[in-house]
């Protein structure tokens, strides 16, 4: 039985250490990719909540808005005068 010859080794140890490296660096990437991937999620989440929050919010400020209109017209409200007309038609206000 013949030895193999030493190049044949050599190249042999070349490419199992090549393979070995190629793996890592597939292991690694996917890993990485992985980890990219649950970070945008997490981030696309909570862009999403934050939108949520703001149409909530300005929800909540056009019904205080609405409200604060509707009471001030009641407050103001005088038979016979519109919110909307003309200054020369309503009554003169009396300065404090």
Not at 9 to 21: N, S, T, Y
Not at 31 to 52: C, F, G, I, M, P
Request: aromatic share 6%; hydrophobic share 45%.
């Amino acid at each position: 039985m013949n030895a193999l010859p030493w190049s044949w080794m050599f190249w042999g140890l070349v490419v199992l250490i090549a393979v070995r490296m190629l793996l890592t660096l597939t292991f690694s990437l996917r890993d990485r990719l992985r980890q990219l991937l649950v970070d945008h999620y997490e981030n696309a989440k909570e862009e999403l909540q934050k939108k949520e929050n703001i149409a909530r919010l300005q929800a909540k400020v056009r019904q205080i808005r609405a409200q604060r209109d509707d009471d001030s017209a009641d407050a103001t409200s005088t038979p016979g005068i519109t919110k909307n007309a003309p200054a020369s038609d309503q009554p003169a206000r009396r300065a404090a």
